[in-house]
């Protein structure tokens, strides 16, 4: 029987008896669903073009045969599609797929059929692009199934898996999903009836190497069909090295068992033939006295490679765990750098760095602090050079304490800065190259009036008048409640002032115009106690008035008299009660000097009608004090000019030291700043003055509390710590990108700069780092020369850290791995130990084939390569040879050539050598006429 009779029915007879004998059920159910297709898309066009041009012109009758027409068509196209699918060699999903398409195009259809035609090209709601959307994305799915087919869904050829019957489905063994299967072939012999066969199947051999093209995997089947049947197994009676040279002319051996099997191989590949031999040579003469390696607690390895020498420590796994920074030109180089490794290591602190450390150095004569990030980037130097290492210990720890309220300013750019000075409070205003332009008041000590004042030169100083007084001036100022004014020195001493408002400066100036009048003309009053005065009003009244020797008034008249006899006899009353008073007419202006009830002395001058024309500004600890201050006004006032001072102004002056000087003059009398140094002349001094005004309008003002940052532009925008004094503590070494790296850059240091680790390298210290691919650390010195690093990074710092403390147990007491001419190591690679040989030189020159899971194992192969190695004899076999290998706990063959590489080895691993060689045997025999079937 054949597999297409496997179906059964008329449509399977039809296909056998006029096209031919099928491969499967869906090929015949594909030829006959192309057919159907075919015939009704075919049916519907013909209606459409017979039917409808002579149908009545009944509307209801040409709607009808149109639908009918449409239909037919519509649905002949995609089942013909379907057919096509079903003929070519796909799988099921590429079939599921297509019906679903079928699905979608017959749900356009039966749309197409409720729409029209009264919804339909037009008509209605006009549902016309929806249902041929619908319709256009079944038809794709099939249409794409078809042209997709090569790339996505489909196998050419017979060993394309169908997955819908089952009939052509290629046993998995053959395309390398299992080792073990059954075929059932279904054959005819000539003239006979079909028939079938079950064939058991088994995997015997697969390539060592993929091709990298189907023409090539082919040509290496036919090399392989033309060398199995002339190759041979290697059949030794004793242990043997075989040499090989490639295609390329390079040399290596193996050493075989008796068996057949691989024991060792060379650790090197070489140029020549005589390389190889006296690598050969050395394994059999050196390898059976040849010592094992061994480690207890951690050693030392110096070794080769190429014309370099290094050297790595080890622990009792033979893992490394400290290496060399470096390169040696020869091995004394790299045995010296060892032995620096092995006195400092011991007491090497470990430096954890994050995100900044101090390290206290000397220099020269010196001690110094710097600042370092977690790379150990050097980020600042203490500027200052320090007698010991306590005091720089304690000047980094002072520094340090303070950044967190450190203000950062920008060098170049003018502002005040206010800083406590000596216990007080001043400030200073700088310019664009920094130089101090002007300072405050030496007297004002307190903060909160020293930024103030600052506030004010800042708010004042741009449209402030610049003027000199001449012994002494009259200014004319604004107060809460009017104008007011004063007569004041040229240091500044105020002799005389009235305090009371006057609405307008002209009235100030009047009444400033009436002190000089009236002080020329006033008399002096004077009196130890209370005095009665007699006076007569601007109205022309007359009054009287009792005061005290302060010039308190004690009781007045309370009214006013038509004549002086009359003021005088009701003054007489009270003057019986106060008997020692004096009596005191005033007629004109008059001066009066009087002690207070603290006991100290003033004077004022009161106009003819009594009232207080001006006030000494001062009292005097004595009476002639309060005198002279008077006679100062009477001298001086004549001549003394009237200006008005409105927010600020500049005074030129000169000091003891004849040198022009200014001061900046609030209106309130208070002195804002100062110049900080004098001048030769007068000009120079206003020149300063002219310079100050645009540097202090609006400048910004900050606080520098203990030190502050100060940030260069012209730098790279490198920054210096400085102090109140501006004293540069710490120099900065670290450049920016920009303004808002350096920024963060600073946030960063005032927010975590304060719990920065001091440390000092005395010897060496061990630095500890995170770097891109985990942690890391290093054996440095103070100059930071690197003596030895890690072998390996660590993904958290718990496990650097141990590797640290066991290096620092082990190195001082590791001994050096060292042997005179060869000797055996141990390695652990992928959770099995191998041995290798080495050279003098620690190159390796044999290695073992075989990996074992203890060390044990490993150990005991070495004593039986040992024992072969003194009776190994040397073969060169020129044609391919099966050899046999033990892997994974068992035994597997391999065909190689000449050249020794291997052509093709077992599809499995066999319990022992007798099934491994059987299986051999098998494909010996049956390979070279075995057939080519190429899945894909």
Same mark, same amino acid.
């Given at each position: ?526 009196? #130890?106690? !209370? $005095?009665?005065?007699? /006076?007569?009003?601007? &109205?022309? =009244? %007359? @009054? +009287? *008035? ?99 001072? #409105?927010? !600020? $102004?500049?005074?030129? /002056?000169?000091?003891? &030291?004849? =040198? %022009? @000087? +200014? *001061? ?273």
């Amino acid at each position: 029987m054949s597999r297409a009779n496997a179906g059964s029915g008329l449509m399977f007879s039809l296909y056998e008896q006029y096209i031919g004998e099928p491969k499967s059920n869906k090929q015949v159910y594909g030829y006959w669903l192309f057919l159907v297709g075919c015939v009704i898309g075919f049916a519907g066009v013909l209606l459409f073009v017979t039917m409808i041009p002579s149908s009545a012109t009944d509307g209801i009758e040409v709607s009808v045969t149109a639908r009918l027409a449409y239909t037919l068509a519509g649905a002949g196209l995609p089942i013909a599609i379907v057919g096509i699918v079903l003929l070519l060699p796909v799988r099921e999903r590429a079939i599921n797929a297509t019906l679903g398409g079928l699905a979608v195009t017959g749900i356009g259809i039966l749309g197409f059929n409720i729409a029209y035609p009264d919804n339909w090209a037009g008509y209605g709601q006009d549902y016309t692009i929806p249902v041929v959307a619908v319709y256009a994305v079944g038809l794709a799915v099939i249409a794409g199934v078809v042209v997709l087919v090569p790339f996505l869904t489909g196998k050419e050829g017979m060993l394309v898996e169908d997955e819908v019957r089952g009939l052509d489905a290629h046993p998995p063994v053959l395309v390398g999903q299992k080792n073990h299967g059954t075929l059932f072939s279904v054959f005819r012999r000539p003239g006979e009836e079909w028939t079938w066969r079950a064939v058991q199947q088994s995997a015997i051999a697969a390539s060592v190497e993929a091709a990298n093209s189907r023409t090539a995997a082919k040509d290496a089947v036919a090399d392989l069909k033309s060398k199995v049947s002339n190759a041979r197994l290697l059949e030794i009676t004793t242990a043997a090295f075989r040499l090989y040279e490639d295609e390329q002319g390079v040399w290596r051996w193996v050493l075989l068992r008796d068996d057949g099997s691989v024991a060792a191989e060379s650790g090197q590949r070489y140029d020549s033939r005589d390389a190889t031999e006296d690598s050969v040579s050395f394994t059999k003469d050196q390898g059976p006295a040849a010592p094992v390696l061994d480690i207890d607690g951690a050693a030392f390895d110096v070794y080769r490679e190429g014309d370099n020498w290094y050297w790595r420590l080890l622990d009792e796994d033979r893992s490394v765990i400290a290496k060399g920074p470096e390169t040696y030109d020869d091995e004394p180089s790299a045995d010296d750098a060892v032995d620096d490794v092995v006195d400092r290591i011991g007491d090497a602190r470990v430096l954890a760095v994050d995100p900044f450390g101090v390290e206290l150095y000397e220099d020269g004569d010196g001690w110094r602090w710097r600042l370092l990030d977690a790379d150990d980037d050097e980020i600042a130097v203490s500027e200052p050079t320090f007698e010991s290492r306590r005091q720089a210990e304690a000047d980094a720890d002072d520094v340090l304490g303070h950044v967190a309220d450190a203000t950062v300013v920008e060098r170049g750019r003018a502002g005040y800065e206010v800083y406590e000075d000596d216990g007080g409070w001043r400030w200073r205003l700088l310019d664009t190259d920094d130089g101090v332009v002007a300072e405050s008041n030496p007297e004002a000590t307190d903060r909160s009036a020293v930024q103030t004042d600052a506030r004010r030169m800042a708010a004042t100083a741009e449209d402030a008048e610049t003027f000199e007084v001449d012994d002494a001036d009259y200014e004319i100022y604004p107060g809460s409640d009017g104008w007011h004014w004063r007569f004041v020195t040229e240091d500044r001493r105020v002799i005389a002032d009235r305090t009371g408002g006057y609405e307008t400066p002209e009235d100030a100036s009047e009444a400033i115009e009436r002190v000089r009048e009236q002080a020329q003309e006033a008399d002096l009053l004077e009196f #130890e106690t !209370a $005095a009665f005065q007699q /006076y007569q009003t601007v &109205a022309g =009244d %007359w @009054r +009287w *008035r009792l005061i005290d020797e302060g010039g308190a008034v004690l009781a007045d008249s309370g009214e006013a008299y038509d004549s002086k006899d009359d003021a005088g006899s009701a003054m007489a009353t009270l003057k019986e009660k106060a008997p020692d008073a004096d009596l005191l007419e005033i007629e004109t202006a008059a001066f009066e000097l009087f002690e207070d009830d603290g006991g100290d002395w003033g004077w004022r001058l009161i106009d003819e009608g009594g009232r207080l024309v001006a006030d000494g500004a001062d009292r005097h600890a004595t009476k002639q004090g309060a005198r002279e201050a008077m006679d100062f006004l009477v001298d001086h006032s004549p001549d003394a000019d009237i200006r008005s001072v #409105e927010g !600020a $102004a500049f005074q030129l /002056y000169t000091d003891d &030291a004849d =040198d %022009w @000087r +200014w *001061r900046c003059i609030h209106e309130t009398n208070d002195v804002l700043a100062v110049a900080p140094d004098g001048h030769a002349t007068r000009d120079e001094a206003s020149t300063s003055v002219d310079e100050v005004r645009p540097t202090a309008d609006s400048a910004d003002i900050d606080v520098i509390e203990d030190v502050a940052f100060e940030v260069d532009p012209d730098r790279g925008r490198r920054w210096d710590l400085i102090d109140r004094h501006r004293e540069t503590l710490v120099e900065g070494r670290e450049q920016y990108e920009d303004a808002e790296a350096a920024r963060q850059a600073i946030e960063q240091l005032r927010s975590e700069g304060g719990d920065a680790t001091i440390f000092a390298i005395d010897e060496a210290a061990i630095r500890l780092s995170d770097m891109a691919d985990g942690w890391r650390w290093e054996l440095i010195d103070r100059d930071r020369t690197v003596y030895a690093r890690s072998a390996d990074s660590y993904d958290v710092r718990a496990r650097a850290a141990s590797v640290i403390d066991e290096v620092r147990s082990l190195a001082p007491e590791a001994g050096e791995l060292d042997f005179e001419t060869a000797g055996f190591e141990l390695v652990r690679e992928d959770g099995q130990w191998y041995w290798q040989l080495l050279d003098a030189d620690e190159t390796v020159v044999a290695g073992g084939s075989t990996g074992y899971e203890d060390r044990g194992g490993a150990v005991d192969a070495i004593d039986q390569i040992r024992e072969m190695l003194g009776t190994a004899s040397v073969l060169e076999i020129d044609d391919p040879t099966f050899e046999v290998h033990q892997r994974d706990g068992g035994w597997i063959w391999r065909l190689v050539d000449e050249h020794g590489d291997a052509l093709a080895e077992s599809a499995e691993t066999y319990p022992t050598r007798s099934d491994a060689r059987e299986r051999m045997n098998t494909l010996k025999e049956h390979a070279p006429e075995g057939a080519l079937s190429v899945a894909g």
